[in-house]
């Protein structure tokens, strides 16, 4: 084989060789007619049912599991939820959000006072821990007519009003 032949092997230029990618054409999911319910005249290219995937909490772990696994169940840091204010001067504070909704308050963010680089910064963090604990971000100053930046984290299971936070705001 000459240098330019295997150079074109290597980038995938030379000619093609079926003969060894056929591993799935012998398992049976595979097969043209395989669908359920597959009407006459189906071809290799319909749909093939797949078994349904196990749920999350289904899913097997590396090694083996003695009992079933339970969704786990999230601690309720607090019986009442908490609305904090933080109005953060730099990114340095962003501590003064994360902790009290890690903890299970709602905190409401007024990021006016920031320039835009460090709010959107904080604004990802919010995002972030939303994401993380699986709680619902607001944005309070939408739709009014003052210059405020006001954002709102709430956690998972907080029965919070809109209302309640754009008050604790001041925005109303």
Known sequence: ???????????????????????????????????????????????????????????????????????????????????????????NDAKEIGEPFRDGDAVVMDLTDLDTADAKRIVDFAAGLCFALRGNMHNLSRGSESRKRVFAIVPENARVEKEDLKRAAGLR
């Open 1 to 91: 084989m000459s240098f330019f032949d295997s150079a074109k092997d290597f980038f995938g230029l030379g000619p093609v060789d079926h003969g060894e990618d056929d591993a799935y054409y012998d398992d049976p999911q595979y097969a043209p007619g395989a669908a359920a319910g597959a009407a006459a005249g189906s071809t290799a290219y319909d749909r093939v049912e797949r078994p349904e995937r196990p749920s999350r909490v289904e899913r097997a772990a590396i090694g083996e599991r003695r009992e079933p696994l339970r969704e786990p169940a999230r601690p309720s840091y607090r019986a009442t939820t908490h609305i904090v204010t933080a109005a953060p001067r730099n990114y």
